[in-house]
C-alpha cells in the first residue's frame, strides 16, 4: 500500500467541515490554516495555546478560545474550498517563526529554525536528502546489515545519492523491531507523527501510538515506495565482516537461507542492527526444567495457547507492561514477578483510534500533519531532560536529582497514588523509590492498575529463588504453580553488533577492542573500522525526549556526509581518528554522569558491565542534529 499523504482538496460540505472541526487539535491547525491561507491574522493573540505542556488537552485552550478557533477554522477551510484565498510563496522560515511564537509562547530561536524546517517538511519536501550523487564511473558499493527503520533509511538515502548497496536482513520481512516483536498489544510509545520518517508523513495512522502491525505495514509501503526490496537479500545473516588495509574493502561472510555460506564484497558497511534485537534470559537456578512451554517477549510463540492457563510472567519492563493487560485477558491465573516497579506518565490517549474528523483534515488541510508533528516535536524535544539533570546541591538524592526531578516524581507519585487509591496493598508494591527517568519511564492510560486489580492477577515483589518443573519458586519458598512462563527480561543492549564478528585494522577484533564497553565516535565511527558505520549506536538512545527516527535521520545524513567525503578524496577508507574518538566520549560520559540514569543505581540496560552508560545521549535533540550535519575531514585519517 502507498503511504497516504495530504491531499489538499476539499470538497465536502459545510456540515462535514464542521463536524471535522468537532476532532480538531486546534493549536496546530490554525498555524497550518494560517499559513495555507497567508493570513496570519487567524493566529489571534487572544487564542494562543497556554503552553506546550504534554498531556494538556488542545493545549489548554480554554473551552471559549476552542469555539473560537473552530469558527475561524471553519472560514478558513471554506475558504480554501471555494479558492477564495491565493496565497504567494513566502520564506518558511518567517512562517515558521511567526508560527512557533503563537504555538509555543516563545519564538523558535534562529539556531533551531533549520531544524524545524527540516522536521516540519514543509510542502512534503524532503530537506534531508543528499544534495549529491555518486560519481557512476566509481565503483563503490555499500552493505547495509539489516532492513529495520534505520536500514530502511539508510538504503532510501544511499539510492537517492545514486551509491549502489545490498541489504542483508536475517528476518524474512523488513520492519526489524516492529518484524520480531510480536507480543500482544506491542505498540509504540511515541506519538507517530513523530514516531515516522521526517519525509514520508502519513496522514491515516489509524491510533495516535500506533499498534506493531501497522508500523510492521509502514515500513513495508516505504521500502515499496522506495524500490528497495530488490536490493533486499532475506532470510541472510551476517557471521563477519572484516577489513582488508591493502583494498579498503570490507568482507562479509554471509550464511544464506540455505545454510550455505558465502562472501560478499564491498566498499563500506552500515550496520542498523538496533541496540534492541538480542533477547536476554535471565540467569535463574532451575530454568531448563521447567515441564511447560516458556518464551521470551520478542519470540513471542503464538502456538502456545494461554487461554485457561496458568502464565507466570517474569519482568515488568516496558514490553511486560504492555502484554500483561492483554494476556490477563485469557489466562486462567497470571502472576507477575516484578523486580523493580515502573515509573508510569498518564496518557490518556495512548491506546485510542485517531477521530474521523482529525484524521479528515490530517488529509485535507495542507500543513496541517506538519504542525501537529511540530507540535509533538516541541512537546518531547527537551521536554524532560531539564528533569533529569543532577543538581550537585539536591540533598534528597535518596528520591530525586533535582528540583524539577523531584516535581516529576510528585506528578507521577500523584498519578499512581490515585491508580490505586483502593488498593493500599497493591500501592505499596508499585511506587517507585528510585528518581524517575533513571529508567525508560511508561506510558499508562489506566490499563496497569485496572489489570494489576483483576482477580486473575497477582503482583510478586519477593524475587525468584528457582523455576521448578511444576513453576516458579520465590525467595519465600513459594512455589507458585504455572503452565506457561513468558520472559519479559529485556535485551543484551551492551553487546553491541553481537553476535557478528567485526575485524578491522590488522584484524583487531571489535568486541575485544570494546572489552564490554562500546563506545563510538557520534555513536556512528570507530578507530580501525575504516568505512564501518553504525546507526543506533553507543550513546544514540534517548530516555526522556525525542524520538529513536530523529536520531537515525541525523545518524544517515552523516553517514553519507563520509561517504561523500571519502569519494571526493579518491582514497580508498576513512578511519576515526583515535584522539577525536575518546575526547568525544569523555563529554558523552561526564554528561551522563550528571543525568539521572548516570547516577541511579537502580537497575537498567543503560549502564554495561563495567558500569558506564554506553546506551544514552545526554544532550538535547539539536546538539545531535548540529554535530552530524556534516563531517569533519579533520577528525578521520584518510587511507
Ligand atoms: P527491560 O526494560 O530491560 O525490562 C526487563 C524487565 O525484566 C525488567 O522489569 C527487569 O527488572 C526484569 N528482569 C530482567 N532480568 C530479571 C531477572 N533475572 N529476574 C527478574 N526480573 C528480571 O526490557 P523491555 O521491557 O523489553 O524493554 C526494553 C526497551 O525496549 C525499553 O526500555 C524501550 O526502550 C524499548 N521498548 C519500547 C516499547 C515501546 O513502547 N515502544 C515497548 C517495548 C520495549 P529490572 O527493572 O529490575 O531490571
Not at 174 to 180: A, I, L, Q, R
Not at 243 to 267: C, H, I, M, Y
Not at 391 to 399: A, G
Request: hydrophobic share 40%.
Amino acid at each position: 500500500m502507498a503511504i497516504q499523504r495530504a491531499t489538499l482538496t476539499i470538497s465536502e460540505d459545510d456540515a462535514t467541515i464542521r463536524q471535522s472541526l468537532e476532532d480538531a487539535f486546534l493549536p496546530a491547525l490554525l498555524p497550518a490554516l494560517a499559513q495555507a491561507t497567508g493570513d496570519f491574522t487567524l493566529l489571534r493573540a487572544d487564542l494562543k495555546p497556554a503552553g506546550v505542556s504534554p498531556g494538556v488537552a488542545q493545549g489548554g485552550m480554554t473551552a471559549e478560545q476552542q469555539e473560537a478557533a473552530k469558527l475561524i477554522a471553519f472560514e478558513a477551510l471554506r475558504n480554501l474550498r471555494d479558492g477564495r484565498v491565493q496565497t504567494a510563496p513566502r520564506p518558511i522560515e518567517e512562517d515558521v517563526r511567526r508560527i512557533s511564537a503563537w504555538m509555543t509562547g516563545s519564538a523558535a530561536s534562529d539556531d533551531y529554525i533549520p531544524l524545524l524546517i527540516e522536521e516540519l517538511a514543509p510542502g512534503g519536501e524532503d530537506l534531508r536528502a543528499p544534495k549529491w550523487r555518486k560519481d557512476p564511473a566509481i565503483p563503490f558499493t555499500v552493505a547495509i546489515i539489516g532492513a529495520g527503520m534505520s536500514g530502511i533509511l539508510a538504503a532510501i538515502r544511499l539510492k537517492q545519492a545514486a551509491v549502489p548497496f545490498v541489504i542483508v536482513e536475517k528476518n524474512a520481512d523488513v520492519g526489524g523491531t516492529w518484524f520480531e516483536n510480536t507480543y500482544p498489544g506491542a505498540r509504540v510509545d511515541v506519538s507517530n507523527a513523530f514516531y515516522s520518517y521526517s519525509f514520508a508523513q502519513k496522514t491515516d495512522w489509524p491510533k495516535h501510538f500506533s499498534t506493531q502491525e501497522v508500523l510492521l505495514n509502514y515500513f513495508r509501503d516505504c521500502a515499496e515506495e522506495y524500490g528497495l526490496r530488490e536490493h533486499i537479500r532475506f532470510g541472510t545473516e551476517v557471521c563477519s565482516a572484516t577489513f582488508d588495509k591493502r583494498s579498503g574493502n570490507w568482507s562479509l561472510r554471509l550464511r544464506t537461507p540455505a545454510g550455505a555460506e558465502e562472501t560478499l564484497a564491498v566498499q563500506a558497511v552500515i550496520s542498523a542492527v538496533g541496540q534492541l534485537n538480542q533477547p536476554k534470559l535471565p540467569d535463574i537456578a532451575g530454568m531448563n526444567s521447567f515441564a511447560g512451554p516458556s518464551f521470551h517477549s520478542a519470540r513471542w510463540d503464538h502456538s502456545v495457547d494461554l487461554r485457561g492457563k496458568r502464565v507466570a510472567v517474569i519482568g515488568t519492563g516496558a514490553s511486560a507492561a504492555q502484554f500483561i493487560p492483554v494476556i490477563a485477558e485469557e489466562a486462567a491465573q497470571l502472576t507477575i514477578f516484578q523486580r523493580t516497579p515502573n515509573w508510569f506518565a498518564p496518557v490518556p490517549h495512548y491506546h485510542d483510534e485517531v477521530p474521523a474528523g482529525l484524521s479528515w483534515l490530517f488529509l485535507h488541510v495542507p500543513h496541517y500533519m506538519h504542525w501537529y508533528r511540530f507540535w509533538l516535536f516541541w512537546n518531547t524535544t527537551d521536554g524532560l531532560l531539564h528533569a533529569a539533570k543532577v543538581d550537585e546541591s539536591w540533598e534528597h538524592r535518596d528520591r530525586s536529582v533535582s528540583a524539577a526531578n523531584d516535581e516529576l516524581r510528585e506528578l507521577f507519585s500523584a498519578y499512581i497514588r490515585g491508580q490505586f487509591e483502593d488498593r493500599p496493598d497493591l500501592l505499596e508494591k508499585v511506587l517507585p523509590k528510585y528518581p524517575p527517568a533513571s529508567k525508560r519511564i511508561i506510558l499508562d492510560n489506566g490499563i496497569w492498575a485496572r489489570t494489576l486489580k483483576r482477580a486473575n492477577v497477582e503482583l510478586l515483589i519477593d524475587g525468584i529463588r528457582e523455576i521448578t518443573p511444576r513453576g516458579v519458586v520465590t525467595c519465600d519458598g513459594v512455589e507458585h504453580p504455572a503452565d506457561v512462563i513468558v520472559y519479559g527480561t529485556g535485551f543484551q543492549a551492551s553487546k553491541f553488533l553481537t553476535p557478528m564478528t567485526i575485524s578491522g585494522r590488522g584484524g583487531i577484533d571489535l568486541n575485544r577492542q570494546w572489552d564490554g564497553d562500546a563506545r563510538a565516535y557520534m555513536g556512528i565511527t570507530v578507530p580501525n573500522f575504516p568505512n564501518f558505520f553504525m546507526l543506533y549506536g553507543p550513546n544514540t538512545n534517548i530516555v526522556v525526549n525525542g524520538s529513536i527516527i530523529y536520531f537515525s535521520e541525523c545518524e544517515v545524513r552523516y553517514v553519507l556526509g563520509c561517504l561523500r567525503m571519502l569519494l571526493e578524496s579518491g582514497r580508498n577508507a576513512i578511519d576515526c581518528r583515535r584522539e577525536v574518538h575518546d575526547a568525544y566520549n569523555e563529554r558523552i560520559d561526564r554528561a551522563n554522569r550528571e543525568r539521572v540514569w548516570g547516577v541511579a543505581t537502580v537497575n537498567s540496560w543503560y549502564r554495561n558491565q563495567k558500569g558506564r552508560v554506553a546506551q544514552n545521549w545526554p544532550f538535547n535533540l539539536i546538539d545531535y542534529w548540529r554535530q552530524t550535519l556534516e563531517p569533519n575531514p579533520a577528525d578521520y585519517e584518510f587511507i
